[in-house]
């Protein structure tokens, strides 16, 4: 009898562990996009965004802005400050969530390595959840004679397919305009320039709802032991 009941609990147990061990991984912040190192400075400035859609609920820990590999910046910090913002579309007159990043290194740098993949200033922020299937805006300011947003220099900007997506985000399309301070952009372009980028982790269960499937797990293991107890009886 000993021998079963353990057997069930290790069957409930491993269960359980095989269960919570992607959303243990699921926790790590994700970057949302990964753009190509902007080939050259450029002093674009004004608001560039990107329209996303989450493909599953997501929470937003941390937004981030391009960090030039050139001079001044030589991949370091930030030298200008720059508002990061994100806009639900069905209300684009304030944001969801906002902050200034730099001048400096933020919250640390991440994405790379260049040139295959940008590098970014990025600022926790409280975390806010996204839902699966609405639409959003993220934008990003940059200053006018500053050259600390990406792009290329030939004024066609970096092509929009080049740019990669984390799974469970959906890029839909590029604005800008050229105000100066942080806004919701609605000039569409079909290339791009960086710019804002955001990171995520996957929305987990609660806590109550890891009760409920131990519980359930459990009482599998125990209407397996009943079972085997029944038939030595029988």
Do not use: C
Not at 105 to 134: K, R
Not at 169 to 175: P, R
Request: aromatic share 12%; net charge negative; glycine share 10%.
């Amino acid at each position: 009898m000993l021998k079963t009941i353990r057997k069930a609990s290790s069957i409930a147990l491993a269960a359980l562990i095989l269960w919570a061990a992607p959303l243990a991984a699921a926790r790590a912040s994700t970057l949302a996009f990964s753009v190509p190192e902007a080939n050259a400075t450029y002093t674009q400035f004004g608001n560039d965004g990107f329209t996303f859609t989450p493909t599953t609920n997501i929470t937003v820990t941390a937004l981030d802005y391009y960090l030039s590999p050139y001079a001044p910046e030589n991949g370091t910090a930030l030298i200008d400050p720059h508002g990061v913002g994100i806009y639900a579309v069905s209300d684009p007159s304030t944001p969801l969530v906002e902050t200034t990043i730099g001048p400096g290194a933020g919250s640390g740098i991440v994405g790379g390595p260049g040139p295959t993949n940008s590098f970014f200033v990025s600022q926790s922020i409280t975390p806010i959840e996204l839902y699966a299937g609405q639409q959003y805006m993220l934008a990003g300011y940059s200053q006018p004679n500053e050259n600390e947003n990406g792009g290329n220099p030939s004024g066609a900007g970096i092509p929009f397919g080049s740019i990669v997506t984390a799974p469970g985000i959906t890029l839909n399309a590029y604005y800008y305009d050229y105000n100066t301070q942080l806004d919701y952009p609605t000039i569409p372009y079909p290339t791009t320039y960086v710019g804002p980028d955001f990171q995520f982790t996957a929305v987990t269960p609660e806590p109550a709802s890891l009760t409920l499937l131990a519980s359930g797990l459990l009482a599998a293991g125990g209407f397996y032991f009943g079972r085997r107890r029944r038939r030595r009886v029988t």
